[in-house]
Structure formats: C-alpha cells, structure tokens
C-alpha cells in the first residue's frame, strides 16, 4: 500500500481487489492515454536526448522541452482547433508542416515582411495561425 500512495495521488485504493499489485497501478493508469501522449511529445520535443554528462545542462534541455511542448500546446489549443489535420498532428508532422517554414524575411520601407512560398501548402494554415496569434488580447 505504501509503494502506491507515494506512485500515484490515488489515495482511497483499500479493499479494492488487486490494488496492491504494481500492475493494477499500471493498468488503471494505462486508462489516461493523454498523459502518454504528452510523454511522447515531450520526447519527441527533445526529452529523449537525456542525460548529458552535467546535470545544470540536462536542467536547462529540460527547461527548453518544457517550454517547446507547451508552446505547441497552446499554438494547437489557440489557433489549430478546427483544423482537423494540424490540430492532433504528431510533433514531427508539425515540425515539417509548420516550424520549418520556407519563406524570406524582406526589408521594404521600413516594414518588414514575411514572404512565403506560395506553392507551399500548408500557407493558408500557417497564415490562418499568425492571424488568430496577432489578435489575441495583451496579457495584463
């Protein structure tokens, strides 16, 4: 019973049958297939390439993954919900539809634009994202 009040935040598991297996632990966690899911986005994000040979460098890594997986969370959460082909995309999938944008950055006027390849096609999502980013109200 110990090993599985410090595994889990499940604390009223007596008097179920089985509960003090390590594998009713697994499978009754086995029912929340978002959480593997976000593990599998954290390491495709970069938490697979752990541990280095310093432990200041696999805390900064950890940091950078962190901050990556929840940026493509909330890029999907604010501007991919009714794209039905982005907005459960894997990471890869992202990475090479959106995050590896073929484009120029050009200096006119002192504007600046960005111009996209216009055979490219995933641009009206790409510039459908931008829009609905730029019209989020300022944190306060």
């Not at 499940?10 to 179920?16: K, S």
């Not at 899911?37 to 460098?57: F, H």
């Not at 995933?122 to 109200?137: H, M």
């Amino acid at each position: 019973m110990a090993l599985i009040h410090h595994a889990t935040n499940i604390r009223h598991m007596w008097g179920i049958a089985g509960s003090r297996q390590i594998q009713f632990l697994d499978a009754l966690h086995r029912h929340h297939p978002e959480v593997e899911d976000r593990i599998r986005t954290g390491k495709a994000m970069g938490l697979a390439n752990l541990p280095s040979r310093s432990w200041q460098i696999d805390a900064a890594w950890m940091l950078a993954a962190d901050l990556a997986c929840d940026l493509d969370a909330w890029l999907r959460l604010l501007t991919l919900h009714d794209s039905e082909d982005l907005a459960n995309a894997e990471p890869d999938t992202m990475r090479f539809h959106l995050y590896h944008l073929p484009a120029r950055l050009a200096h006119h006027a002192r504007r600046r634009y960005l111009r996209i390849e216009p055979t490219w096609p995933w641009a009206s999502a790409f510039t459908t994202s931008w829009r609905r980013l730029t019209q989020l109200p300022a944190a306060t």
